[in-house]
C-alpha cells in the first residue's frame, strides 16, 4: 500500500473516502467517547457503519445512515497504556479499535514493546486494518490482524460480545448498564477466526487486543534495478532475504524498480542472504547510496530512514513516517494475493498486461503474507503473495481494466484486498472463500435487522 502523496497541509473532510474518489452517503456522524453511546448509536434506529481512518477505495464503509467513528475513544496515550504479561509470559495490549497504529507503536515503545508488524502506512485504525485483512510484508508475518487475541464487538442488537482466540462462545454483554430498550444478550457462538477479518458485517469493534513483543530494532536497506531472472530464478530467496521484504515495478522490460529489505537486527547473523552478507549486490541489484522513494521524482523525506541505519521497528517497518500525515491522496489502490508457490507465474500473468497497466499505474509493490487461517483472509490457508497496484486516479479506466488482470490471474485462485478496488462478484468469491456462507449465516445471527449492512456487504455476501 504506497502513499503518494504526504503534504501534512491537506486533509480530506468526513465526507470523503481518503483519496476523495468516494463520497460518503451518511447523514450523520458520530464520535462516541464511551460503550455505551456506541450502544445506543448501533440501536437508535437505521443503518450503521464504523468509520475508521478513511483509507479504503471502495464502499465498504458507506451508509446512508450514521457513521460511528471511535477516533475519540479511549485515545492512545502512553501514560495511560497497560502491557499486560499472563502466567505463561504472553503480553498483551488492549486498545480502542479507533487507536491508530502509530500512535499505538509509539506509546507501547515507551513502555518497551512493539507490535509484531505494520503496514505501509502508520496512520490507519486498528479496527479498520484488521476487518479488512490489511497487511505488511514478510514471510514469516500473518496481516496485521494475525497479532489479535480478543476483540470486543458490539452487535446489530445492542449485545456485547467479547470473542477471544481459542475460544468459540462469546461472554455476554459487559459490565455497563444496557439501555432499556436493549434485549438480554443470545449465547451466540462466534468462531475466532470468523470475526478477525469481519468487513464491518458482525458489528462494531470497540477494543481490541493484540499480542506484542519485547522492542526490537530494524534496518533499511533499498536496492535498485533488480533484474527480472533474478525473480524468477531465486523468488524465496529474494523475497525472503529479510524479516520483510517489498519489491517494487513499474513493469519495465530490463528489470524490476527497487527491493525495500527490512531486516531485524537481532536476525541478521541467523538469516541467510541477509543484510549482513548483501554487500554492494542484491541478486544482481544494485545498494542505493541515497534515500528513495517507491516513485522516482518525489522526495523520500515522508519515508523512513534507509541506508542501513538501524532504528526502533515501529519507525522502520512502515513505509512511511507517522509525522507525515497523508494528504489527499491523488491516486487508486487495488492488490491480490494468490498462494505463494504461484508467485512468478502470477507475476508473469500481470507482466504480460503490462501494455495496459502502465498508462494508469504509479507502481505496483509485491509483497508476502503468511497464512492466519481467518475465514475471510486472502492469506486464510496458505502463505500468499500480494500483487499491489496504485494507480492514477482514473476511476473509470481503472475499473474497466480490473477485470483483464482478475481474468488474468483467475488460474491461480487470486483474492482482492476487502478495502481496495476490485470487480470480483459474490459467485466467485464463494469459490474463492468456502466458507463465505457460513460467514454470511453468521453475520445474519449477529444482525438479524441489517443495521451494518450497506451495498458493499450486498454485493460480496450475496
Not at 458490539?154 to 470473542?163: A, D, F, M
Not at 531472472?229 to 523475497?239: I, K
Not at 541478521?268 to 541515497?290: I, K, T
Not at 513516517?321 to 502470477?346: C, I, K, W
Request: aromatic share 6%; with cysteine; glycine share 8%.
Amino acid at each position: 500500500m504506497v502513499s503518494v502523496t504526504d503534504d501534512v497541509s491537506t486533509q480530506t473532510t468526513d465526507r470523503s473516502n481518503w483519496a476523495g474518489n468516494l463520497e460518503y452517503r451518511a447523514v450523520d456522524l458520530l464520535r462516541p467517547t464511551t460503550l455505551e453511546e456506541v450502544r445506543e448509536a448501533v440501536t437508535s434506529g437505521g443503518p450503521v457503519r464504523a468509520l475508521g481512518s478513511r483509507h479504503c477505495f471502495n464502499d465498504i464503509a458507506d451508509t446512508t445512515g450514521t457513521h460511528l467513528s471511535l477516533d475519540r475513544f479511549e485515545p492512545v496515550d502512553a501514560s495511560t497504556l497497560v502491557v499486560d504479561t499472563d502466567a505463561s509470559g504472553a503480553t498483551t495490549v488492549t486498545v480502542s479499535g479507533g487507536a491508530r497504529y502509530g500512535d499505538l507503536a509509539t506509546a507501547l515503545f515507551e513502555h518497551g514493546y512493539a507490535v509484531p508488524n505494520l503496514a505501509s502506512l502508520p496512520h490507519i485504525s486498528v479496527a479498520g486494518a484488521i476487518a479488512t485483512a490489511t497487511h505488511g510484508s514478510g514471510v514469516t508475518n500473518q496481516g496485521l490482524g494475525g497479532a489479535v487475541v480478543a476483540l470486543e464487538i458490539v452487535t446489530g442488537t445492542g449485545e456485547v460480545l467479547t470473542v477471544r482466540r481459542g475460544d468459540t462462545a462469546s461472554t455476554g454483554p459487559s459490565t455497563s448498564t444496557a439501555p432499556s430498550d436493549i434485549t438480554a444478550p443470545s449465547d451466540h457462538t462466534v468462531p475466532f477466526d470468523a470475526a478477525v477479518v469481519h468487513l464491518g458485517a458482525l458489528g462494531v469493534v470497540t477494543r481490541v487486543t493484540l499480542a506484542v513483543e519485547p522492542t526490537f530494532e530494524v534496518r533499511q536497506d533499498v536496492f535498485v534495478d533488480l533484474p527480472w531472472e533474478s525473480f524468477e530464478r531465486d523468488v524465496d530467496a529474494v523475497l525472503g532475504a529479510a524479516y520483510s521484504v517489498s519489491v517494487f515495478t513499474r513493469w519495465r522490460d530490463d528489470a524490476m524498480d527497487q527491493v525495500w529489505l527490512k531486516s531485524r537486527v537481532d536476525e541478521l547473523e541467523s538469516r541467510p542472504g541477509g543484510a549482513l552478507a548483501l554487500g554492494e549486490d542484491f541478486h544482481g541489484a544494485r545498494r542505493s547510496p541515497v534515500p528513495l522513494h517507491p516513485l522516482p521524482g518525489i522526495s523520500a523525506e515522508s519515508c523512513t530512514e534507509q541506508l542501513g541505519v538501524a532504528g526502533p521497528a515501529h519507525e522502520r517497518l512502515a513505509h512511511f513516517r507517522m509525522a507525515f500525515t497523508p494528504s489527499n491522496g491523488d491516486e487508486l489502490q487495488s492488490e491480490y494475493l494468490v498462494p505463494r508457490q504461484h508467485a512468478v507465474a502470477a507475476v508473469a500473468a500481470v507482466r504480460a498486461l503490462r501494455d495496459r497497466i502502465v498508462p494508469l499505474l504509479q507502481v505496483t509493490e509485491i509483497r508476502t503474507v503468511a497464512a492466519d487461517g481467518f475465514w475471510l483472509s486472502p492469506s486464510g490457508a496458505q502463505d500468499a503473495v500480494g500483487i499491489h497496484f496504485t494507480w492514477l486516479q482514473r476511476q473509470d479506466e481503472v475499473e474497466a481494466l480490473l477485470p483483464v488482470i482478475e481474468e488474468a490471474l483467475a488460474p491461480f485462485d487470486a483474492r482482492p484486498h476487502w478495502g481496495k478496488l476490485f470487480t470480483t462478484d459474490q459467485a466467485r468469491l464463494a469459490e474463492l472463500y468456502p466458507r463465505l456462507a457460513e460467514f454470511r449465516e453468521l453475520a445474519a445471527r449477529l444482525d438479524p435487522q441489517g443495521v451494518f449492512r450497506n451495498d458493499y456487504l450486498r454485493r460480496v455476501l450475496g
